[in-house]
């Protein structure tokens, strides 16, 4: 055996960020985990409000710069009401926000490679937007929620919505891009556990949206590795002052998996990609084993 055949190889990492509108600030706690810990992130996917954060941090904004907007980011940042039939408001101040504070704009040129995710809104296909283009028009696409923002048209004349109809937990765009083990974060595995009722229109477009994803979502997640869960349940969709709560719940989430997260990702003995899903594959069975020795 050759000295290159004996180094260990670490698996690629690939984070997949869900949807969630405000709770999607709870990423923000996850990344800080993660990097604190010195969890290696080598890919991103992210839809909707796990674009835009999984973005910021692809295109080079330290944590700090992602929290502080975290903190400071209202509706009223990323829309503005206008006469089109197609939706109640322009998602076009989204566009120029994003323009405004990411040093880079351009897929080509990330320091991590990523991937956000839409919907085609004739097709009601996904659409990975990755490898080149813009990243602000990508990310604006991935956010709009149909019947309140117009939707986007891209170069190819395809009306593009909010990807979370399709890929809320972008798992599969994560592997596309190369990942050997993803790291799902689910900002609504809780459901609704709040006891008040949305207090405005788009609150109410956004929770009948996540009604009908819950359980896209639960077969996405079989694709994942590891599954962040932070618990937001308590938090409506359309809450964007929580912004510490939200963070502080994604920290705790990712806190209660990094052992787990250390263990799948530990290198490898062998330079084969298929070491790290057979770790996988025997993770999930030890429960059924256990099941099958108890019967005896």
Sequence with gaps: MSRK?????????????????????????????????????????????????????????SLDEIEEISRSLRWRDVGRMTLSRLGVQSSARMEEFIRA????????????????????????????????????????????????????TDAEGRQLVDGGLVANIPTRAARHLGADVVLAVDVNAEGATFLSPPHSAIGI??????????????????????????????????????????????????????????????PAPAPSGKWFQFLRRRREQTPTRRRLSSQR
């Design 101 to 152: 504070r990411f040093p880079i704009t351009r897929f080509e040129e990330l320091r991590i490679p990523f991937a956000a995710v839409a919907t085609d809104l004739h097709t009601g296909e996904p659409v990975i937007m990755k490898d080149e283009g813009d990243i602000a028009f990508a990310i604006r696409a991935s956010c709009c929620i149909p019947g309140w923002y117009v939707p986007v």
């Design 5 to 61: 055949d004996s180094q260990a190889v670490r698996p690629r990492v690939g984070l997949a960020l869900s949807g969630g509108a405000a709770r999607g600030m709870a990423h923000v706690g996850v990344l800080r985990v993660l990097l604190e810990a010195c969890v290696p992130i080598d890919f991103i996917a992210g839809t909707s409000a796990g674009a835009l954060v999984g973005g910021a941090l692809a295109a080079g904004m």
């Design 205 to 266: 477009l956004l929770q009948s949206m996540m009604v009908v994803q819950r359980t896209v979502s639960s077969l996405q997640l079989m694709d994942a590795d590891i599954a962040i869960r932070p618990k937001v349940g308590h938090i409506r969709w359309d809450e964007m002052a929580r912004a510490s709560e939200l963070i502080k719940a994604g920290e705790e989430a990712a806190q209660e998996m990094l052992e787990h997260i250390r263990e799948i990702i530990r």
